[in-house]
């Protein structure tokens, strides 16, 4: 399985910008696709994540600025981030779970919000 992200870039406080994610693979192979970021010298963190069902979940410092949501038809992923802070800034990776527990990642996109 490839996922491919993209959408990452440059952009000033309180803008916003689009990720996208696409999987080589039907949806239907995965039980869960979320969002996750790395900033310089933290831990990965979960960003945001869909389940089959449609069902989200938010990391606190995101929630009501950022929205999940799957093209289900087209394999694709996206993260709508809006009124974006610099502390957002971080490589943002897309990951995609099996029904069996096999987690497949992204190659990362680079978030940089500046102040």
């Known amino acids: 399985v490839q996922l491919q992200a993209s959408g990452g870039g440059l952009v000033q406080t309180g803008g916003s910008l689009r990720l996208s994610c696409a999987a080589s693979r039907s949806f239907v192979s995965f039980s869960d696709l979320g969002w996750y970021r790395q900033a310089p010298g933290n831990q990965r963190e979960l960003v945001a994540s869909?389940?089959?069902?449609?069902?989200?979940t938010y990391a606190d410092s995101v929630q009501g600025r950022f929205s999940i949501s799957k093209d289900s038809a087209q394999n694709v992923v996206y993260l709508q981030m809006n009124t974006l802070k610099p502390e957002d800034t971080a490589v943002y990776y897309c990951?995609?779970?099996?029904?069996?527990?096999?987690?497949?990642w992204g190659q990362g996109t680079l978030v940089t919000v500046s102040s």
């Open positions: 990951k995609a779970k099996s029904w069996y527990n096999n987690e497949y």
């Open positions: 869909i389940n089959s069902r449609g069902t989200t």
